[in-house]
């Protein structure tokens, strides 16, 4: 292996680093907000008690529905049926939330994969930064990304779709290029490059101002 390929595989390796780090710290600041809920549990009660004493069950009635409407806020938006995509699911769709970009999943996950957790993890956290970065660009109520998953007879197959501020995005060398700057496009090599080893599929499409990955990884 030549400098330049080590020099390749050292920045890769990096960006991958960098890339669970950050999925791990969504996930924490997700569980961060479960935990802080738990710990009011207690007080919530209390509360509602001492209405419920008083007789005042109207209080105790919109006590509950102020709780059900913060409870929602912390629930675990997507139920795959696989712990780690849950995981990776739920932070990204948090952050996407944050930065109001409404997203649409419809996810159904078998509990054992063959594909690992790090691969997963790499290609969901890339599909998701990438169609999170393309919705900023557009006005609030333009923003919308799609995902679908489930298994295709023995292949896992994943779609992301997101809008895009061009009616079509261009390639360049035969890919599409971020716009994230120098050092981000690692994220795309690496991804290919797993759905590569993986005997996997992936095809990108750019067209009336919607960008759609689909990718198939065999599980058999």
């Given at each position: 292996?030549?400098?330049?390929?080590?020099?390749?595989?050292?920045?890769?390796?990096?960006?991958?680093?960098?890339?669970?780090?950050?999925?791990?710290?969504?996930?924490?600041?997700?569980?961060?907000?479960?935990?802080?809920?738990?710990?009011?549990?207690r007080?919530?009660?209390?509360?509602?008690?001492a209405?419920?004493?008083?007789?005042?069950?109207?209080?105790?009635?919109?006590?509950?529905?102020?709780?059900?409407?913060?409870?929602?806020?912390?629930?675990?938006?997507?139920?795959?049926?696989?712990?780690?995509?849950?995981?990776?699911?739920?932070?990204?769709?948090?952050?996407?939330?944050?930065?109001?970009v409404?997203?649409?999943?419809?996810?159904?996950i078998?509990?054992?994969?063959?594909?690992?957790?790090?691969?997963?993890?790499?290609?969901?956290?890339?599909?998701?930064?990438?169609?999170?970065?393309?919705?900023?660009?557009?006005?609030?109520?333009?923003?919308?990304?799609?995902?679908?998953?489930?298994?295709?007879?023995?292949?896992?197959?994943?779609?992301?779709?997101?809008?895009?501020?061009?009616?079509k995005?261009?390639?360049?060398?035969?890919?599409?290029?971020?716009?994230?700057?120098?050092?981000?496009?690692?994220?795309?090599?690496?991804?290919?490059?797993?759905?590569?080893?993986?005997?996997?599929?992936?095809?990108?499409?750019?067209?009336?101002?919607?960008?759609?990955?689909?990718?198939?990884?065999?599980?058999?």
């Open positions: 292996m030549n400098l330049f390929s080590k020099q390749i595989d050292k920045r890769i390796a990096a960006y991958q680093r960098e890339l669970i780090e950050t999925h791990y710290a969504e996930v924490e600041n997700m569980y961060k907000q479960i935990r802080g809920w738990r710990h009011d549990y007080n919530h009660i209390q509360v509602m008690k209405y419920a004493a008083i007789g005042d069950m109207a209080a105790v009635k919109k006590y509950l529905d102020e709780l059900e409407t913060d409870l929602a806020t912390v629930d675990t938006v997507i139920k795959t049926g696989n712990p780690m995509a849950d995981a990776i699911l739920n932070s990204k769709i948090s952050l996407a939330k944050s930065k109001n409404p997203v649409k999943a419809d996810v159904f078998p509990l054992a994969l063959k594909t690992s957790e790090l691969d997963l993890c790499v290609i969901i956290g890339n599909l998701f930064d990438n169609a999170i970065e393309a919705s900023l660009a557009l006005p609030e109520d333009k923003r919308l990304i799609r995902i679908y998953m489930d298994m295709k007879n023995t292949q896992l197959y994943i779609s992301f779709t997101n809008f895009t501020a061009s009616r995005q261009k390639k360049q060398n035969g890919r599409f290029q971020t716009t994230k700057g120098e050092g981000h496009g690692f994220g795309l090599i690496r991804m290919d490059t797993i759905i590569e080893r993986l005997d996997g599929y992936i095809n990108r499409n750019s067209e009336d101002g919607a960008f759609t990955t689909e990718i198939l990884i065999p599980q058999k």
